[in-house]
């Protein structure tokens, strides 16, 4: 493989096979039926060979693309199973791989970033990286003074090639919304290319998860490595091992399904509140379940700053829904800027799109599972003007509070996890337990 494609004409002739490639398989497919091969098969080669070019140039591109597939691969839990079979494995490929820049170029990076003389900061250093993903790689390494550790590269010129990526891949929304009917490609692109320059910040990314490893030094249930050493292109910190929860999700026992996936909603939950941050970032190849039955969190990159914990209000509202009072609901929502002043919704689209992120707080224990999100996201791809999804505005100040939920559905149903999350919301959130009764009350969403 080459070096990271820069020049925009280069990235744009990549992406630019995927659409062309469909359309040619496509065809190919029709002359295959003619022949006599049944129209269901050749559906199926044409969905895993689009499916293998998706993974191939996505991954070669790595910045905008990569990153683009990496958010992709968190919804294919929503993906109806005559879609979902081609492409589950290719996308979820996309959570922790990517293919390796040459060794040459990590060379030439290191040496930029800490000086002809790197390898005296090493004992040893793996040229094969352990994981590559959207804007770096992460290869093994001993400290000079002994210590197992994580060298994260970033790619060279993956800053620039990021906004070139994000202008082309908002012209391919038909393709992907072949894996994802009703997704607004436009709206996840957006927020994406406002966040990815804080992931480009490796000192902003070094601080934030040093913060994370004091707090949770020592903790029976999560662990955070600490940084050692950190530049504007070089992350270096402490090595974990561990499983990865994306061979969780498709090797590991329902029991450790089940904590893996109560332990990550209790480190969301209970970030806001104990180091003022959230880990906004919550795909499968950021976590790892270790030998102990902790939950290890890796990529601070993307961390939203809550230094008052969870918006109150978020806990309130979640209790006022469980006991069906919509019109407070309503109203909590429109002082919040979720619903502007001219704009009418419907009580009934409105529970019915709020449903997923609210049903597991009021029942002591549940189960998610893809068929239940399937069900959800049946009710809100409504393409009509009408549809609340599309009438509901978003505040800037929750943004990556719906990214983070929204995607640790995602990651809880490919889990199938079972567990007391109610629990976890009345410890951790503000608000949700100011109602005497809502420890020990529960009134199921119907």
């Not at 707090?215 to 249930?221: A, Q, Y």
Request: hydrophobic share 45%.
């Amino acid at each position: 493989m080459s070096d990271l494609p820069r020049r925009a004409v280069t990235r744009s002739a990549k992406l630019a096979t995927l659409p062309i490639s469909f359309a040619g398989r496509t065809a190919l497919g029709i002359g295959k039926r003619i022949g006599g091969k049944s129209a269901e098969i050749v559906a199926q080669e044409i969905q895993q060979r689009t499916a293998e070019q998706i993974f191939k140039v996505l991954g070669e591109l790595k910045g905008g693309a990569m990153k683009l597939g990496q958010a992709l691969s968190i919804f294919e839990a929503a993906l109806p199973p005559e879609i979902a079979g081609p492409y589950r494995a290719t996308l979820t490929k996309l959570q922790d791989a990517a293919p390796p820049l040459p060794v040459a170029t990590v060379h030439k990076v290191l040496a930029e970033q800490l000086g002809d003389d790197w390898r005296e900061n090493f004992i040893s250093f793996e040229d094969q990286p352990t994981a590559a993903a959207s804007i770096g790689q992460v290869h093994r390494a001993v400290w000079h003074d002994g210590r197992d550790v994580a060298v994260k590269v970033q790619y060279p010129g993956a800053g620039k090639a990021l906004l070139g990526d994000f202008t082309q891949l908002a012209r391919l929304g038909k393709l992907f919304g072949v894996m994802l009917p009703g997704l607004d490609i436009k709206a996840v692109l957006t927020e994406l290319r406002e966040r990815i320059a804080e992931e480009l910040d490796y000192f902003r990314e070094a601080e934030a998860q040093h913060a994370f490893a004091q707090e949770f030094l020592g903790d029976p249930d999560f662990q955070v490595p600490d940084v050692i050493a950190a530049n504007e292109m070089v992350l270096v910190t402490e090595w974990m091992d561990g499983t990865p929860l994306s061979r969780i999700i498709t090797d590991g026992t329902k029991e450790q399904r089940d904590r893996a996936g109560l332990l990550l909603v209790r480190f969301l939950f209970c970030s806001p509140a104990r180091v003022g941050m959230l880990h906004a970032d919550p795909h499968p190849g950021n976590f790892r379940m270790l030998e102990d039955g902790r939950l290890g969190i890796l990529d601070f990159g993307a961390v939203n700053r809550l230094p008052e914990g969870y918006p109150k209000a978020f806990g309130q509202l979640t209790r006022i829904f469980n006991h069906g009072d919509m019109e407070t609901v309503m109203n909590g929502l429109r002082a919040e800027g979720f619903i502007r002043p001219h704009i009418e919704i419907d009580p009934d689209a409105l529970r019915a799109f709020l449903a997923p992120y609210v049903e597991p707080t009021a029942v002591e224990e549940f189960t998610f599972s893809r068929e239940w999100l399937q069900a959800q996201a049946a009710s809100v791809t409504d393409l009509r003007p009408t549809n609340v999804v599309r009438q509901l505005n978003l505040p800037v100040s929750y943004v990556l509070i719906h990214r983070v939920h929204a995607a640790g559905i995602g990651v809880l149903c490919q889990l199938g996890t079972t567990a007391r999350f109610r629990d976890e919301v009345i410890r951790w959130v503000p608000g949700f337990a100011d109602d005497p009764d809502a420890a020990t009350d529960s009134v199921p969403v119907s």
